[in-house]
């Protein structure tokens, strides 16, 4: 997204612009959750959004969950097995809270008895430079999640495992 002095912002995604509804008004600042909705819905998956604004500050943020979709705070949570049937289960974006039980990740050997075991989650995938090193470049808002500040590097052919911190 670019945003020009006056306001009116242009859009691509994934390199094609990406234009305002037929015979709609331009895009304009106040179209940024509009149009990041859109995307999502279209996608079905979190989008990354990158704000060039005309002073040349550049912002960038993960989007999971729809922008203006509000919920009802007094609402109670569904469980997942009861929201099957409901059109946010139907939809692409699962934009209700749901509780659902936590998932279970088993190591079943190979551990020293008592020892600590980080608990990382794959968020993306890179390739290790001609020299054997590598480097990830995480956006702000996945690094919020990390409860220690801290990255696991696992070479899916070597088996290196590196756990570094956030810098």
């Known amino acids: 997204m670019t945003i020009a002095a006056d306001g009116t912002m242009t859009v691509a995604v994934d390199g094609t612009p990406y234009e305002p509804p037929r015979f709609g008004p331009p895009w304009v600042r106040s179209s940024f959750a509009t149009v990041i909705d859109s995307v999502l819905e279209e996608r079905g998956s979190p989008v990354r959004v990158l704000v060039y604004e ?18 009802d705070p007094s609402a109670q949570p569904s469980r997942r097995d009861e929201a099957v049937g409901t059109p946010v289960a139907k ?12 998932r279970v990740v088993l190591g ?21 430079s ?16 990390s409860a220690d500040g801290e990255a696991v590097l696992v070479g899916r052919i070597s088996g290196t495992c590196v756990i570094a911190a956030l810098t």
């Open 91 to 102: 939809g692409v974006i699962d934009a209700a809270p749901l509780v659902a039980p936590p």
């Open 108 to 128: 079943e050997d190979g551990f020293i008895p008592g020892e600590e075991v980080a608990v990382a989650i794959i968020v993306r995938h890179t390739k290790a």
């Open 130 to 145: 001609a020299d054997g090193s590598a480097r990830a470049l995480l956006e702000p808002g996945l690094c919020r999640v």
């Open 54 to 71: 005309a002073d040349g500050t550049v912002f960038t943020d993960l989007v999971t969950r729809p922008l203006q979709r509000t919920l």
